[in-house]
């Protein structure tokens, strides 16, 4: 019995994991059921971040340890767990794809090739590989599972031939697979070591343990890194334990004189994104990006106490409904109401429902009024370029929610021709702040029909605004718990 449950919760926890968006037809559609309730596995404590991937991933990238003075390499398995290969006694590394590459700069660049002399024996432990690889001037590595030793960075394969037989070595002519990866000393021609195993990927983390932080790319970091290739580039994907990862969140989404209980329901709405979005990226192997399309992460670079505190009071706590892990969202704003989930992402989940919002009224902040203007040549041209056939808008008809969003808008051009837009796309599409605004109608001093859009609050709407949090903290003497009740119908911290 003990192992038919479990085999019952694996397979709700993966269909909860990869089941696809609903797609519905009608704004109006009361026949849409409620998205079922399944729990999230909360016990898993590391989260992937995306930090270099796509167009952002880099021909180089230099780590330096920050704490300790040298690095552990590895890889990570399936359960995220780290597993050491050997140890770089170096505090500052560069890593390319073994690609010929430069360093230096002018008269003093020096060309680092992608051939090397693959030594014929193979060794027990990397500690074995690297005494070996000192006799000869070599370098350990690991490839296709095992230790072995290389010598030397030529641009060719004769290249490397005739080195091997002048030196009286034996062994081959070797490069790197697509998937290889070469750790160089930072900035140096100096190779230490090459790892070339398909089906799993490279990882360094500084120090002994996983307590270590690492500067990269202007930031600091805890926790490990791990590599893949992107033809030429590497990608980059930090592995850091999920509340660390909060706190390298909440610097970017609230502000450290905020009231305690905001900062405390801010960390919790992270912590319970981030649950939500594990293997979200699964078809490059990280949960979550590390800018606004997830949430914005820079690792300890802005570590503050304060912050850290509301983090470390809610640590292992999300925001749940009917005992089960929510799916949430926040914005900065919401100008005056939220709204429904099925509204903004299509989504009908009970604790995701419109709520009235005065707080926000008695705060000052950036973008809590605004207005933008389009002519009706622009506003073709913003529908066009998210696929909609139409010329110059002539009119606009708002449909407006209960408690007074826009959740559709639809257009007629000079030709009578029309389309419509609805959900989160009545500000996205667009281009504005929010889904929460009027539209009228103006006229230029040339006579051309100038359509006015203007609104209040800034973001989807859907969720916690963080500005009502703020200030509901800060002048009815809530806690978080009253604030997630507040914004989240049914649900607590839990």
């Given at each position: 019995?003990?192992?038919?449950?479990?085999?019952?919760?694996?397979?709700?926890?993966?269909?909860?994991?990869?089941?696809?968006?609903?797609?519905?037809?009608?704004?109006?559609?009361?026949?849409?059921?409620?998205?079922?309730?399944?729990?999230?596995?909360?016990?898993?404590?590391?989260?992937?971040?995306?930090?270099?991937?796509?167009?952002?991933?880099?021909?180089?990238?230099?780590?330096?340890?920050?704490?300790?003075?040298?690095?552990?390499?590895?890889?990570?398995?399936?359960?995220?767990?780290?597993?050491?290969?050997?140890?770089?006694?170096?505090?500052?590394?560069?890593?390319?794809?073994?690609?010929?590459?430069?360093?230096?700069?002018?008269?003093?660049?020096?060309?680092?090739?992608?051939?090397?002399?693959?030594?014929?024996?193979?060794?027990?432990?990397?500690?074995?590989?690297?005494?070996?690889?000192?006799?000869?001037?070599?370098?350990?590595?690991?490839?296709?599972?095992?230790?072995?030793?290389?010598?030397?960075?030529?641009?060719?394969?004769?290249?490397?031939?005739?080195?091997?037989?002048?030196?009286?070595?034996?062994?081959?002519?070797?490069?790197?697979?697509?998937?290889?990866?070469?750790?160089?000393?930072?900035?140096?021609?100096?190779?230490?070591?090459?790892?070339?195993?398909?089906?799993?990927?490279?990882?360094?983390?500084?120090?002994?343990?996983?307590?270590?932080?690492?500067?990269?790319?202007?930031?600091?970091?805890?926790?490990?890194?791990?590599?893949?290739?992107?033809?030429?580039?590497l990608c980059v994907t930090n592995?850091?334990?999920?509340?660390?990862?909060?706190?390298?969140?909440?610097?970017?989404?609230?502000?450290?004189?905020?009231?305690?209980?905001?900062?405390?329901?801010?960390?919790?709405?992270?912590?319970?994104?981030?649950?939500?979005?594990?293997?979200?990226?699964?078809?490059?192997?990280?949960?979550?990006?590390?800018?606004?399309?997830?949430?914005?992460?820079?690792?300890?670079?802005?570590?503050?106490?304060?912050?850290?505190?509301?983090?470390?009071?809610?640590?292992?706590?999300?925001?749940?409904?009917?005992?089960?892990?929510?799916?949430?969202?926040y914005m900065s704003s919401d100008?005056?109401?939220?709204?429904?989930?099925i509204n903004v992402f299509g989504?009908?989940?009970?604790?995701?429902?419109?709520?009235?919002?005065?707080?926000?009224?008695?705060?000052?902040?950036?973008?809590?009024?605004?207005?933008?203007?389009?002519?009706?040549?622009?506003?073709?041209?913003?529908?066009?370029?998210?696929?909609?056939?139409?010329?110059?808008?002539?009119?606009?008809?708002?449909?407006?929610?209960?408690?007074?969003?826009?959740?559709?808008?639809?257009?007629?051009?000079?030709?009578?021709?029309?389309?419509?837009?609805?959900?989160?796309?009545?500000?996205?599409?667009?281009?504005?702040?929010?889904?929460?605004?009027?539209?009228?109608?103006?006229?230029?001093?040339?006579?051309?029909?100038?359509?006015?859009?203007?609104?209040?609050?800034?973001?989807?709407?859907?969720?916690?605004?963080?500005?009502?949090?703020?200030?509901?903290?800060?002048?009815?003497?809530?806690?978080?718990?009253?604030?997630?009740?507040?914004?989240?119908?049914?649900?607590?911290?839990?």
């Amino acid at each position: 019995m003990r192992k038919f449950k479990k085999k019952l919760i694996t397979l709700c926890l993966v269909f909860a994991l990869f089941v696809p968006t609903f797609s519905f037809a009608s704004l109006a559609d009361d026949d849409i059921p409620d998205l079922p309730v399944f729990d999230l596995p909360c016990s898993l404590d590391t989260v992937k971040v995306g930090l270099c991937h796509g167009s952002s991933a880099v021909s180089a990238a230099t780590f330096q340890c920050k704490t300790g003075n040298d690095f552990q390499i590895g890889y990570f398995d399936y359960s995220r767990n780290f597993h050491t290969l050997g140890r770089i006694s170096n505090d500052t590394v560069t890593l390319h794809g073994d690609i010929e590459f430069t360093v230096g700069e002018d008269d003093d660049a020096e060309t680092v090739g992608s051939w090397h002399i693959l030594l014929g024996n193979s060794y027990g432990s990397f500690d074995e590989a690297a005494s070996a690889a000192s006799k000869v001037n070599g370098f350990p590595g690991y490839v296709d599972y095992k230790y072995v030793v290389l010598v030397g960075a030529y641009e060719s394969s004769a290249e490397a031939t005739t080195a091997m037989s002048d030196r009286g070595l034996k062994g081959s002519a070797y490069s790197g697979s697509s998937n290889s990866v070469i750790i160089s000393k930072a900035d140096s021609a100096q190779l230490l070591f090459m790892y070339d195993s398909a089906g799993r990927k490279l990882a360094i983390r500084p120090g002994s343990d996983n307590s270590g932080e690492t500067r990269f790319n202007g930031n600091t970091y805890k926790g490990a890194f791990s590599f893949s290739r992107k033809g030429s580039s590497l990608c980059v994907t930090n592995f850091v334990g999920l509340e660390d990862y909060v706190k390298g969140v909440l610097p970017y989404e609230v502000s450290a004189d905020w009231p305690a209980e905001a900062l405390k329901a801010q960390a919790v709405c992270a912590r319970t994104y981030a649950i939500n979005c594990i293997n979200s990226y699964a078809d490059r192997d990280f949960d979550v990006r590390d800018d606004t399309y997830s949430q914005v992460y820079k690792g300890s670079t802005y570590s503050d106490s304060v912050i850290n505190a509301a983090a470390d009071d809610t640590a292992g706590m999300y925001v749940r409904y009917e005992g089960a892990v929510c799916k949430v969202y926040y914005m900065s704003s919401d100008g005056g109401g939220t709204e429904d989930g099925i509204n903004v992402f299509g989504e009908r989940r009970a604790y995701l429902a419109a709520v009235a919002d005065s707080f926000e009224v008695a705060s000052d902040f950036y973008g809590k009024t605004w207005r933008e203007e389009y002519t009706a040549s622009q506003l073709s041209y913003k529908l066009c370029d998210h696929g909609f056939d139409i010329g110059d808008i002539t009119e606009i008809e708002t449909t407006y929610s209960d408690i007074g969003n826009v959740i559709r808008l639809d257009f007629k051009d000079t030709d009578g021709n029309t389309a419509f837009i609805e959900r989160l796309e009545c500000y996205s599409v667009l281009g504005l702040n929010s889904i929460r605004y009027d539209v009228s109608v103006e006229e230029t001093d040339d006579g051309e029909k100038l359509f006015v859009f203007e609104g209040c609050g800034w973001g989807h709407n859907c969720g916690m605004s963080q500005w009502g949090a703020c200030t509901m903290a800060k002048n009815s003497n809530v806690d978080c718990n009253d604030i997630i009740r507040y914004y989240f119908s049914g649900a607590y911290i839990a």
